[in-house]
């Protein structure tokens, strides 16, 4: 009797060992990464397809995703972009320790995604975000044209400052980083 226990319990672990085994020779994981930056989740390759974690992936592109009853995923990227001005000069990169007073204007196109609210921040270097613009019930429109109001800010630390743009999809759902721009302090 106690012969067949462990006979049995011999066949189940070779079992169990034997679809461990074939489980990781089917599906293994990868690293992904998006212009040599890691995302934070694995994608895994499953019978020669490689499935990739879709919203990390849509948020680096600066697209929107949105899924409806009919089981079919749709990724919106809009065509959006921004320029800072101050004056009537373009500008990217400033003095460190100076205040600018600027305003983003910023021309999109191809956003067929129904937006409820849209909001412009200023990330220093350090991390700190300071609100720029917000708009409830933005137009919805296929081409847009959105300007700030004239911000006053100053440039305390040396680095890069990111103005980035996030819209909430009308249907609920978080922000999505749908534009960034790039400026410099030196």
Known sequence: MRFKKVLVSLLLLSLMGGSVIFADTVINKIRVAINGTSLGESGIVMDGTAYVPLRQVANNFFAFVTWNDNKQIDINRPN?????????????????????????????????????????????????????????????????????????????????????????????????????????SQ
């Open 80 to 184: 959006i972009h921004m320029m800072t001005i101050s004056g009537s000069t373009i500008f990217q990169a400033v003095e460190k320790g100076s205040t600018v007073t600027f305003y983003v204007l910023v021309h999109g196109e191809n956003l067929t995604t129904p937006i409820s609210d849209a909001r412009m921040v200023i990330v220093d270097p350090t991390g700190e975000e300071k609100e720029i613009y917000a708009e409830s019930n933005p137009e919805d429109v296929n081409v847009f044209r959105l300007r700030t109001k004239d911000v006053k800010y100053k440039f305390s630390h040396a680095g890069e400052y990111k103005v980035r743009l996030y819209m909430k999809p009308e249907k609920g759902g978080d922000w999505v980083l749908v534009s960034e721009k790039t400026i410099y």
